[in-house]
């Protein structure tokens, strides 16, 4: 028989597994989060802090900042994040080196080691009016590579699809900043 303090609605997952912070935009378990599982326990306040503010913007207007929600609910949300970590789990540092990216953009190719931005002032210079300064950060992450748009005007495009996320990156993604189409030859 289950134990209802530890899992009240026998799914088999400890009681803080039916918080906020494990429900997505419609209620998929946060475990399948990539960005929870290699973490160590100094992370956690951080990690709780970014899912709080994560589930914040999700429901703008009905939420406190993190810093006016009450201890009781930040502590929640640190169980939350807590439970989706294990002892075995790696550490980011432990996690290993991230592969290079390799990027074309028009006729020329380019390698990159570390993160990077991509737009009329970044790293990756992108000269087209339709792009922003800094238009979208290239990142890895656990040996990966991912994009995210860094809020700009015409938004960053993956595979003719407008991202509101990071997007993981592989081998022949084409990404469009402005109208200026950068291709993954490696990832």
Partial sequence: M??????PNGSGRPASASHPAFLGFRGAA???LWHYRLVTSTDLDRLA???????RSANPGSLPSWEDATE???KAWRAAVSAVTGKGDATVAEAG???SIV??????????HTEFTAG??????VNDEHASSHHALFEPAHGLWYIKDLGSTNGTWLNRRRIVVAQRLKKGDKVRIGR???VVVSA
């Fill in 72 to 74: 009781q609910e930040q």
């Fill in 49 to 55: 802090r970014t899912a709080y503010e994560a589930h």
């Fill in 180 to 182: 200026t189409v950068v």
């Fill in 120 to 125: 009329r002032q970044g790293t990756l210079v």
């Fill in 2 to 7: 289950a134990d209802k303090s530890r899992d």
């Fill in 103 to 112: 990027i074309q953009a028009g006729n020329e190719t380019r390698v990159f």
């Fill in 30 to 32: 946060a475990p399948s």
């Fill in 97 to 99: 080196p991230t592969q």
